[in-house]
């Protein structure tokens, strides 16, 4: 090679040898590529060399590679990512020194780019110079003009390492982070089918599908008057659907005037479904005004009230009678309940205050649809977006969204577009990605994550944000060729990693990092972990938890290691757990959430009219509410808080109430309460997950605290209106815990006080 500057000559005034080393490891690639390896491993140690000398931390003379890294980190000198690239070097570079065999120039170009990474961070630190550091570029193969044979091959190889299909073609990276989708894909899309093939030579058709998910592409856009061929390959039929199109049909075949409530809040998919109507069923909806925002005015003047106004004075008590008009109408239910109940100026909606009011809509009831002369509505709070079943709850609306983009179908788009990325030999983290999220228990186990999130943390998810999600689990940060990666950028950027430690993405990714099955506290985790940390042969834990066949090659690196950094061993032993939990079907339904599992159980239980459950349940809850306060005997609830001497306590007895109850036979329910109403004496208490799991807590023994009281507040007001049902007036027990001793004070027969001894 000439004179000229190498990659990491910025490093030569700071670390001489190890920029020599990295010079002559460069020129080693397309030549003698174990050597070039064995020359990054003394790159890196010249590296960790300088860093205990610049320190001065005094090496002792036997520490091997492996303890001056974990002596670096735990002393708080390397960070956590520095720990993986010097782990990325050690143990390759051990490979290409004990087997003779081992001439990977994959593995080089990796070291290569890890190798940049170091010095960056070297320089950094130890440099006084404040020079602007070259990007990172790859090793280039020597020209075609000037190869023999063997480099030809090696510069071929060299080119699909790189992701280029095109050997004459620009040797620039094609792939790039923060590539955008060309401005007029979506239309060029829209004109014959679902998936052309339009895009330069070397750029991934996966990553431009995929990207139509995300929330900043064109397609997030929802409009009521526009359909497109992309979002009707993606619709999904649901009951409300069906609903919507039977009240239309049924009004059209009337002949007088119709007003059509949408109830519901912001992103619940109102919008979506009058574009779908106004595309596939114009027939339904062709005499009818849509207003899809019921608090757009028409006039700056005009407040929403009066924009309500507007638009419904033809079905004001005056108009009503006279009027033909038909009108959809997008409310949220909160304006609606505000419009029917303030005074109106010159006119009055006496009957349809009346309508709302026999729809239910605003009680406990449970209010999918209701018609009712001229007016109907659908309620999109009612209807949910996964159902109920004996087994557990599941999501078909989810699940086919999920199948319509991972489905190996030739209708595919995103099918269509992996395979063309594969005949271009275009290979990234999204592909294999895409080929994990095509098995049918990983998807089955991510739609019922996303189920949790709905149950536990009552998040709304619309279709939007559903595949914006399904985009961000699949397309990491950085997508590079998959060749150039190391093995655990490969961990990093699969999709275990990106569905939990990717929280600051979104809303639903925040919540699943707290859903992560590695905070789940169970005997089988640790169990896995102590054959981590105890057996020295890892090939049998893995392809005992593991039973996918793609995780399996990102997990296969580690098998053979001799010893992993602290940080390198937690990164690969979180993804096996995250692995086993997304493939194994024995090991996830051995860790799952057993409260979380009880309570969906006990809402189909509740909603189904199974009544031996529902009594349990109401056992449990009158368990609680009685440890809760504190009782000194069976039957008897604590009236004071506790004192030193003694407490009070009075009987109490309560009834269960379930008469309120509205139950439903189906086998799978579609449409039901997602919070559970229980009373006691016709006193009633809405029980939703995270009152559930602490009731259950408190059931097992646990002490509420303070702020268990603040945050279960509605559940404190409702002891204190059952402790009125108690007997207090006429029996009292004193309590002397320290004593063991009990006493009555209760009226006799005559109205006079006893007090006895029990």
């Known amino acids: 090679m000439s004179n000229e500057a190498h990659f990491l000559d910025f490093i030569k005034n700071i670390n001489e040898d190890a920029a020599q080393i990295s010079k002559k490891m460069e020129e080693l690639i397309f030549e003698d590529a174990a050597s070039s390896i064995v020359k990054a491993r003394l790159f890196a140690e010249s590296v960790l060399n300088k860093v205990y000398l610049n320190e001065d931390i005094e090496v002792p003379y036997n520490f091997s590679m492996f303890e001056k890294i974990t002596y670096l980190v735990r002393e708080g000198y390397i960070k956590r990512d520095l720990q993986k690239a010097f782990d990325t070097i050690r143990i390759t570079g051990?490979?290409?020194?004990?087997?003779?065999?081992?001439?990977?120039?994959?593995?080089?170009?990796?070291?290569?780019?890890?190798?940049?990474d170091i010095a960056v961070w070297f320089y950094e630190v130890y440099s006084l110079e404040k020079l602007r550091l070259p990007a990172y570029n790859p090793p280039k193969p020597p020209p075609k003009n000037n190869a023999n044979d063997l480099q030809e091959l090696v510069r071929r190889q060299v080119l699909e390492l790189l992701g280029q299909s095109s050997i004459g073609g620009n040797e620039k990276t094609v792939l790039s982070e923060n590539e955008e989708v060309d401005k007029d894909t979506s239309e060029d899309l829209e004109q014959n089918t679902l998936f052309q093939k339009n895009l330069p030579k070397g750029k991934s058709y996966l990553l431009r599908e995929l990207r139509r998910l995300q929330?900043?592409?064109?397609?997030?856009?929802e409009n009521a008057n526009a359909f497109s061929r992309f979002k009707k390959y993606l619709h999904v039929e649901r009951k409300i659907q069906k609903d919507l199109e039977g009240i239309l049909l049924q009004n059209n075949n009337s002949g007088r005037s119709s007003l059509i409530l949408l109830c519901g809040s912001v992103?619940?998919?109102?919008?979506?479904?009058?574009?779908?109507?106004?595309?596939n069923r114009p027939d339904l909806i062709k005499d009818y005004h849509i207003f899809n925002d019921a608090t757009e005015s028409f006039s700056p003047t005009k407040n929403a009230m009066e924009t309500l106004e507007e638009i419904l004075q033809d079905f004001s008590d005056q108009r009503i009678d006279q009027s033909n008009k038909k009108v959809i109408l997008a409310i949220n239910m909160g304006v609606l309940h505000n419009f029917i109940t303030r005074d109106h100026k010159g006119i009055t909606f006496d009957r349809l205050n009346e309508f709302v009011a026999n729809s239910d809509l605003?009680?406990?009831?449970?209010?999918?649809?209701y018609s009712e002369d001229t007016y109907s509505l659908i309620s999109f709070g009612d209807y949910h977006s996964y159902e109920l079943t004996s087994s557990g709850p599941k999501s078909s609306f989810f699940l086919t969204l999920v199948e319509r983009i991972f489905s190996k179908s030739e209708g595919n788009p995103f099918f269509l577009a992996y395979k063309e990325d594969a005949a271009n030999n275009i290979r990234t983290m999204i592909h294999d990605n895409f080929e994990f999220m095509q098995e049918d228990f990983v998807q089955k186990q991510i739609v019922n994550e996303i189920i949790q999130t709905l149950v536990k943390n009552k998040l709304v998810i619309s279709a939007r944000a559903f595949l914006n999600f399904l985009a961000d689990i699949v397309i990491p940060d950085q997508v590079n060729a998959i060749g150039l990666m190391t093995e655990f950028e490969r961990l990093e950027q699969s999709v275990p990693s990106l569905l939990f430690r990717r929280k600051e993405r979104s809303p639903i990714l925040k919540v699943l990092s707290?859903?992560?099955?590695?905070?789940?506290?169970?005997?089988?985790?640790?169990?896995?972990?102590?054959?981590?940390?105890?057996?020295?042969?890892?090939e049998s834990i893995v392809e005992h938890y593991n039973k996918s066949a793609i995780s399996k090659t990102w997990l296969k690196p580690f098998i053979q290691q001799e010893e992993l950094g602290d940080y390198s061993f937690d990164l690969f032993s979180e993804t096996l757990i995250r692995v086993a939990y997304l493939t194994n079907e024995d090991f996830s339904q051995k860790i799952e959430d057993h409260t979380y599992k009880a309570y969906v159980l006990n809402l189909?239980?509740?909603?189904?009219?199974?009544r031996s459950k529902i009594k349990e349940f109401y056992e449990d809850v009158k368990s609680a509410l009685f440890k809760w306060k504190g009782s000194p005997q069976r039957g008897y609830i604590y009236l004071n808080k506790p004192i030193d001497k003694f407490r009070l306590a009075q009987s109490l007895n309560l009834k269960p109430s379930i008469d309120h109850l509205k139950f439903n036979t189906n086998d799978v329910l579609e449409s039901f309460k997602a919070t559970i109403l229980l009373g006691?004496?016709?006193?009633?208490?809405?029980?939703?997950?995270?009152?559930?799991?602490?009731l259950l807590r408190v059931k097992e023994g646990y002490c509420p605290s303070k702020k268990d009281e603040e945050d279960a507040i509605k559940f404190v007001e409702f002891i204190?209106?059952?402790?009125?049902?108690?007997?207090?007036?006429?029996?009292?027990l004193v309590h002397f815990p320290n004593e063991n001793k009990s006493y009555k004070l209760k009226r006799d027969d005559f109205g006079a006080f006893v007090f006895e001894k029990e």
């Open 94 to 116: 051990n490979k290409a020194a004990h087997d003779a065999q081992f001439n990977d120039i994959t593995e080089a170009f990796k070291l290569h780019r890890v190798m940049h």
């Open 215 to 221: 929330d900043s592409s064109q397609e997030a856009v």
């Open 267 to 279: 992103g619940d998919g109102k919008s979506h479904l009058l574009a779908y109507l106004n595309e």
């Open 362 to 369: 605003f009680s406990q009831n449970i209010t999918t649809s």
């Open 514 to 538: 707290e859903l992560d099955p590695i905070h789940l506290r169970s005997s089988y985790i640790d169990k896995l972990i102590i054959e981590l940390n105890t057996l020295s042969e890892w």
């Open 604 to 610: 189909f239980y509740i909603n189904s009219g199974e």
């Open 680 to 694: 006691y004496n016709n006193t009633y208490l809405e029980i939703d997950y995270p009152l559930y799991r602490l």
């Open 720 to 732: 204190d209106k059952v402790m009125n049902f108690g007997d207090k007036k006429r029996e009292l």
